[in-house]
């Protein structure tokens, strides 16, 4: 049975980024980081004080999977918790010192993965790939809205 150009396509992507995703945890574990952790330190670089909700919603993940993480990276000095005016259940979360040299340590790490792969296309490959993936995306988003 042949394969369809979709499906040639389908099958590569899934490839490229399951080998994106082993080389950035290699980098990122040189760092001492984890991908989620480096997620969470990077997104509250952009924006710090808000809710585990927030940052869930922002990372397309559950809620418990950002309080466990929430939880080590607390325990390991990167995060602090602080609470959300009146309310004990809600806190806002903070980078420490650790976590934001940790942070940007993920950050350098990334940008140099992102030079010696993306960087090494030409300006109107970029446009291209970039023009492919929202396009990607956009039948993604419309293939499963509810």
């Not at 559950?62 to 607390?74: C, E, F, H, V």
């Not at 259940?89 to 950050?107: M, Q, W, Y």
């Amino acid at each position: 049975m042949s394969q369809t150009a979709a499906e040639r396509v389908w099958f590569r992507l899934l490839r490229l980024d399951t080998r994106l995703h082993a080389h950035i945890t290699d980098r990122l574990k040189t760092v001492g980081l984890s991908v989620p952790q480096c997620d969470i330190l990077t997104t509250l670089t952009e924006r710090e004080g808000v809710s585990q909700q927030e940052l869930a919603e922002r990372l397309y993940v559950t809620k418990g999977n950002i309080s466990g993480l929430i939880d080590r990276l607390a325990a390991a000095g990167m995060v602090e918790r602080r609470r959300l005016g009146g309310d004990r259940r809600s806190h806002a979360i903070f980078l420490t010192e650790g976590g934001r040299a940790a942070a940007e340590a993920g950050i350098a790490a990334q940008k140099a993965f992102v030079a010696e792969t993306l960087g090494r296309m030409s300006e109107q490959q970029l446009k291209d790939f970039d023009t492919l993936l929202v396009a990607a995306r956009d039948a993604v988003r419309a293939a499963t809205q509810n």
